[in-house]
């Protein structure tokens, strides 16, 4: 797994440069005509799935001590809030679209689209990922012999929420 986020990291890290870059040589970002991105929706966005990670992680610190019972829960709050997550994310790309930020609406539209829906693919990923552990977490099976698969999928969660923060600084507020 850490081959894995590493890969993904250099992969949104080029994307993060490519920004950049596009950024520092527009004669204004965001275009003439363009107006900032809204910050309602993705800062809620960003504390939920804040909030995900953070679930996850204390179900998973519950069955490393040996408190299984607790963890679907907390599993499930983890889902519900990345699914909300995407969600949130769907409705500000609706209300951008609908207010004329679309992928043709120029280079700012398209990168935005761009990095954001890559990220969301990677959220919906780490989704899948999540729902893997449902059936042990539901059949309730030794978790604590299940440490490796719940610590791999935890990391790849803390990834996608640890990108999100950056692309929300470097997209949203900078």
Known sequence: MS???ASWAMLFAALFMSYAVLRIRAPMWPPEG???????LPAIASVVLALSSASLQRGKSLVRLGNSSPYLGHLSDA????LAFLLLQSTAWWSLWHQ??????????AVFYL?????????????????????????????GGRLGRLGVVTIY???????WGVMFIFVYLV
């Not at 889902?79 to 990345?82: E, N, P, S």
């Not at 004329?100 to 539209?109: A, D, E, K, V």
């Not at 969660?157 to 990108?163: L, P």
Request: glycine fraction near 20%; aromatic fraction near 12%; charged fraction near 5%.
């Open 3 to 5: 081959v894995f986020v």
């Open 100 to 109: 004329g930020l679309t992928i043709r609406s120029g280079l700012y539209g």
């Open 79 to 82: 889902i519900l809030l990345g």
């Open 115 to 143: 990095l954001t829906c890559f990220h969301a693919l990677h959220v919906l990923v780490g989704l899948l990922f999540l729902g893997w552990l449902v059936p042990g977490a539901l059949g309730g099976r030794d978790l």
């Open 34 to 40: 363009t107006g900032r991105l809204p910050l309602g």
């Open 157 to 163: 969660w803390h990834f996608v929420g640890i990108v």
